[in-house]
């Protein structure tokens, strides 16, 4: 049974800094993406970053290029996602998801509904 556990979500001031993690467990197959997604109040779910477990391969959304850093330690099944320069824009809860890998990253990260398991998810709140 996969399951997708976050941690690290908070209050932060604008200009600060988070550290999301999401620890995966239960994928049968060793290549499988891991992404974050954010929906904010009456907006759509986004795609903000994902990553491929077996090549590192990474996806970032426009948004969040520069900003915002996808990275993974394999030993320990978990994908992290730094959060730097954080504006009251990216205030949204954040989850993170999975799923096998049958495309590019950058094709499979913009689409939510690709992917089949998910975390329970995070708030992040940026505000003064």
């Known amino acids: 049974q996969v399951q997708l556990v976050e941690s690290g979500g908070g209050l932060v001031q604008p200009g600060g800094s988070l550290r999301l993690s999401c620890a995966a467990s239960?994928?049968?197959?060793?290549?499988?993406?891991i992404g974050w997604f954010r929906q904010a109040p009456g907006k759509e779910r986004e795609g903000v970053s994902c990553?491929?477990?077996?090549?590192?391969?990474?996806y970032s959304a426009d948004s969040v290029k520069g900003r915002f850093t996808i990275s993974r330690d394999n030993a320990k099944n978990t994908v992290y996602l730094q959060m730097n320069s954080l504006k009251p824009e990216d205030t949204a809860v954040y989850s993170c998801?999975?799923?096998?890998?049958?495309?590019?990253?950058?094709?499979?990260?913009?689409?939510?509904?690709?992917?089949?398991?998910w975390g329970q998810g995070t708030q992040v709140t940026v505000s003064s």
């Open positions: 998801a999975g799923q096998f890998r049958f495309s590019t990253v950058q094709a499979m990260c913009p689409h939510s509904s690709l992917f089949g398991s």
């Open positions: 239960g994928f049968t197959l060793e290549d499988y993406v």
């Open positions: 990553i491929s477990r077996s090549d590192g391969s990474t």
